[in-house]
């Protein structure tokens, strides 16, 4: 990307791929945005060859609106797509967003003085999730709880200043021009890979609470599995790539995991370790559940919480294994070959 980009000019970027139903609000959303006076903006939506219709009805919004430009992603996952989208961009901020997401009217806006405000080569709100559903609301409050996703500050709504990760993410053109944009090696972690990039080079990510949005979470546990699977099975390539994980928490259910398979093994001539672990477990998940319903403040989730918890954990340290083990076999999932889910 060439320095120093339009100035006044904000150019939005979403990937997406067969998103039929959250086309239009998502639309909505980004061309209402109310942009700081003197600022325009650009929307440069990236489409993984969709065969649901996304496509035509993207180009049929754009029709009505110039702002609004699709653009072709061959590669069809997120970083091939944001990429895609960076070649087009002419502003000098670049805010991302996502069609599962809804936004503040002032999302943009927000970011734009985030970004002036803190100095910082990256910033974006906290990763707040809000279910519609009785198990999208169970999943989204383990997904807000610290006692489940181990206190990450980009699940706490209230906190601002440096953080490892931000949600989505906004930078400054020259950000990226010196950075370079988005690993396509890699079909989940993308933005996690990036920020730890960011982090080494000695530049900051700034989470903001004024920065607003919601997260549409999955609505089922087999979707949740497949999902958490997927960002587990990309932990050991970023780790590959940089001599290290984007945070010691990622690697809990790894080991978590192991410690089961160990402790089934086991079991035949010493039964105590799988008995401790199992009991240990069950405590735990009864405890992080009244926790999570709690902060919540949903107890109808309590019941769905014990085995929403277990798909995040056995999800991603499962995922994580399989990742390793294909990375030490010499061979992985790629863009083209990956059944890839929202």
Request: charged share 20%; net charge positive; with cysteine.
């Given at each position: 990307?060439?320095?120093?980009?339009?100035?006044?000019?904000?150019?939005?970027?979403?990937?997406?791929?067969?998103?039929?139903?959250?086309?239009?609000?998502?639309?909505?959303?980004?061309?209402?945005?109310?942009?700081?006076?003197?600022?325009?903006?650009?929307?440069?939506?990236?489409?993984?060859?969709?065969?649901?219709?996304?496509?035509?009805?993207?180009?049929?919004?754009?029709?009505?609106?110039?702002?609004?430009?699709?653009?072709?992603?061959?590669?069809?996952?997120?970083?091939?797509?944001?990429?895609?989208?960076?070649?087009?961009?002419?502003?000098?901020?670049?805010?991302?967003?996502?069609?599962?997401?809804?936004?503040?009217?002032?999302?943009?806006?927000?970011?734009?003085?985030?970004?002036?405000?803190?100095?910082?080569?990256?910033?974006?709100?906290?990763?707040?999730?809000?279910?519609?559903?009785?198990?999208?609301?169970?999943?989204?409050?383990?997904?807000?709880?610290?006692?489940?996703?181990?206190?990450?500050r980009s699940r706490d709504a209230a906190y601002e200043g440096e953080a490892d990760t931000v949600y989505l993410g906004a930078w400054p053109r020259a950000t990226l021009a010196r950075l370079g944009g988005f690993?396509?090696?890699?079909?989940?972690?993308?933005?996690?890979?990036?920020?730890?990039?960011?982090?080494?080079?000695?530049?900051?990510?700034?989470?903001?609470?004024?920065?607003?949005?919601?997260?549409?979470?999955?609505?089922?546990?087999?979707?949740?599995?497949?999902?958490?699977?997927?960002?587990?099975?990309?932990?050991?390539?970023?780790?590959?790539?940089?001599?290290?994980?984007?945070?010691?928490?990622?690697?809990?259910?790894?080991?978590?995991?192991?410690?089961?398979?160990?402790?089934?093994?086991?079991?035949?001539?010493?039964?105590?370790?799988?008995?401790?672990?199992?009991?240990?477990?069950?405590?735990?998940?009864?405890?992080?559940?009244?926790?999570?319903?709690?902060?919540?403040?949903?107890?109808?989730?309590?019941?769905?919480?014990?085995?929403?918890?277990?798909?995040?954990?056995?999800?991603?340290?499962?995922g994580t294994w399989r990742g390793l083990w294909d990375l030490l076999r010499g061979c992985r999932v790629t863009g083209a070959s990956a059944k890839i889910t929202r």
């Amino acid at each position: 990307m060439a320095a120093p980009g339009e100035a006044n000019l904000v150019s939005v970027i979403a990937p997406c791929r067969n998103e039929l139903a959250y086309v239009d609000a998502f639309c909505d959303a980004v061309l209402a945005q109310r942009l700081p006076e003197g600022w325009r903006m650009e929307v440069l939506v990236a489409d993984g060859l969709s065969d649901d219709g996304t496509r035509e009805q993207l180009e049929a919004r754009a029709a009505g609106d110039e702002r609004l430009v699709v653009v072709d992603n061959p590669g069809r996952i997120v970083s091939t797509g944001l990429n895609a989208c960076l070649r087009r961009a002419r502003g000098a901020v670049l805010v991302r967003m996502d069609l599962h997401t809804g936004f503040a009217p002032d999302y943009v806006a927000e970011c734009i003085d985030a970004l002036a405000r803190s100095g910082a080569d990256n910033v974006g709100g906290p990763w707040v999730a809000r279910g519609q559903g009785a198990m999208s609301c169970a999943i989204a409050a383990a997904f807000q709880c610290r006692w489940v996703v181990g206190g990450a500050r980009s699940r706490d709504a209230a906190y601002e200043g440096e953080a490892d990760t931000v949600y989505l993410g906004a930078w400054p053109r020259a950000t990226l021009a010196r950075l370079g944009g988005f690993d396509e090696t890699l079909v989940r972690n993308q933005d996690d890979e990036h920020n730890l990039r960011l982090r080494l080079a000695g530049r900051r990510v700034w989470q903001s609470p004024r920065i607003r949005s919601w997260y549409a979470p999955r609505d089922a546990l087999a979707p949740l599995f497949r999902q958490q699977f997927q960002y587990g099975y990309w932990r050991p390539f970023v780790m590959r790539k940089h001599g290290q994980p984007g945070s010691l928490r990622q690697l809990v259910p790894m080991v978590f995991v192991a410690a089961c398979a160990l402790s089934v093994l086991a079991a035949p001539l010493f039964s105590f370790p799988f008995v401790a672990l199992l009991v240990a477990y069950a405590l735990y998940l009864v405890f992080a559940s009244c926790a999570a319903a709690r902060q919540a403040r949903d107890a109808g989730t309590l019941l769905r919480l014990p085995a929403v918890i277990a798909a995040y954990h056995f999800g991603y340290g499962l995922g994580t294994w399989r990742g390793l083990w294909d990375l030490l076999r010499g061979c992985r999932v790629t863009g083209a070959s990956a059944k890839i889910t929202r």
